[in-house]
């Protein structure tokens, strides 16, 4: 996941370098935020090697607090915000999808005139009108992990292109399944936008021929709550007999869905896979319920993040497509169309590597 400079960045930076004096930043436009004026800002000058500005203060608001996921992937973003000489604070509900909840987070850190913020979005459109409040108040607000409509945001994080996220983990059921049987997905909030879009990447590759004799059966949601993800599991057991394979591409609910094989009489035997985080599967792939799973580093994902916020707020980017940003150690990102910026390729676990991470 490590980048390192490329020759185009180098060559941009340079030739911007020498500009920068002329280019005017955009950190601090005013624009007023009704969807055109965030085209417009989006579309205005950056300089990328605008210094840095301090003493800035970015909220990071995530899908929910009680998480592993995002207790690392905001330590991710402390560390950066921190480390480039500005204050981090973090505000969320507990737990579940609770999208009023980041309705009022995203009020509050607007009244309270935060620079930036970085969210999680648990609802493409739901979360907008408080996020162009937001923008219309001068806040640089960067989506990661989970996008909105790219409107209501300048730039997103994302950990990997969906289509690569999804046809991981349909390869590794399909390795297990001898590429046969009845699948479902146990999912988390039902309108998370990367939960969607990696399902709808799952459907699309199940078109592929080597899918023929898999047929995805259905799709539940367990809100990221431990304990619905369970009783979804179990639910999913009961009502398909034929049932071969879940994927679940949530670290909650793969974890919650483990835990019920484990326990069960089709441990071994229905096979699972999707999103989770090494420290919570590593007994589950020790005892034999899970062979491998995938993801990506959560802390990178927010550190990446916490360098966007800054770099937007410095007026380094703007959210266009092209620009690029220099994210501490991981080195120079591109924004890709409409703003995203990705971290990099999944890894699969599997118990020959998961002793290697710790998170
Ligand atoms: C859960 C959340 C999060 C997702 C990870 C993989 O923690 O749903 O949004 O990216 O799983």
Same mark, same amino acid.
């Given at each position: 996941m490590h980048r390192t400079p490329t020759r185009r960045a180098s060559a941009l930076v340079a030739a911007v370098s020498s500009l920068s004096l002329l280019t005017t930043a955009?950190?601090?436009?005013?624009?007023?935020?009704d969807g055109d004026s965030v085209t417009s800002a989006k579309n205005g000058e950056a300089s990328p090697n605008a210094p840095t500005r301090k003493g800035l203060t970015v909220g990071f608001v995530p899908?929910?607090? !009680?998480t592993p996921y995002f207790a690392v992937a905001d330590q991710g973003g402390e560390r950066a915000v921190k480390g480039l000489g500005s204050s981090f604070k973090e505000v969320g509900t507990?737990?579940?999808?609770?999208t009023d909840g980041q309705v009022s987070h995203i009020n509050d850190l607007t009244q309270e005139k935060v620079d930036a913020i970085a969210i999680s979005a648990l609802d493409p459109s739901a979360l907008c009108d408080a996020l162009k409040e937001a923008m219309d108040a001068g806040i640089k607000v960067v989506t990661y992990d989970s996008d909105t409509?790219?409107?209501?945001?300048?730039?997103f994080v994302s950990p990997a292109s969906a289509e690569d996220i999804a046809v991981r983990q349909l390869e590794l059921l399909g390795e297990q399944l001898d590429y046969k049987g009845d699948i479902a997905v146990l999912s988390a909030?039902?309108?998370a936008t990367n939960q969607n879009s990696w399902i709808s990447s799952i459907k699309e590759e199940l078109?592929?021929?080597?899918?023929? !004799?898999?047929?995805?059966?259905d799709v539940v949601y367990g809100d990221d709550e431990a304990q619905k993800s369970y009783d979804k599991a179990e639910e999913l057991l009961q009502e398909h007999a034929n049932l071969k394979g879940i994927i679940s591409p949530t670290t909650n609910g793969i974890k919650a869905a483990a835990k019920y094989l484990s326990q069960s009489e089709y441990k071994g035997e229905v096979k699972l896979t999707g999103l989770g985080a090494p420290n919570d599967m590593r007994p589950y792939v020790e005892d034999g319920t899970v062979e491998a799973f995938v993801l990506w580093d959560p802390a990178r994902l927010g550190e990446l993040a916490g360098h966007a916020a800054v770099a937007l707020a410095s007026g380094q980017?703007?959210?266009?497509?092209?620009q690029m940003f220099l994210a501490g150690d991981m080195g120079w990102f591109e924004l890709g169309t409409d703003g995203v910026i990705t971290l990099g390729d999944p890894t699969v676990f599997d118990a020959e590597n998961i002793d290697d991470y710790d998170f």
């Open positions: 955009c950190g601090d436009t005013g624009d007023s935020a899908k929910q607090l !009680d507990e737990q579940g999808a609770d409509k790219p409107e209501c945001r300048y730039a909030a039902q309108t078109e592929d021929p080597r899918y023929k !004799d898999m047929r995805l059966v980017i703007t959210g266009r497509e092209g």
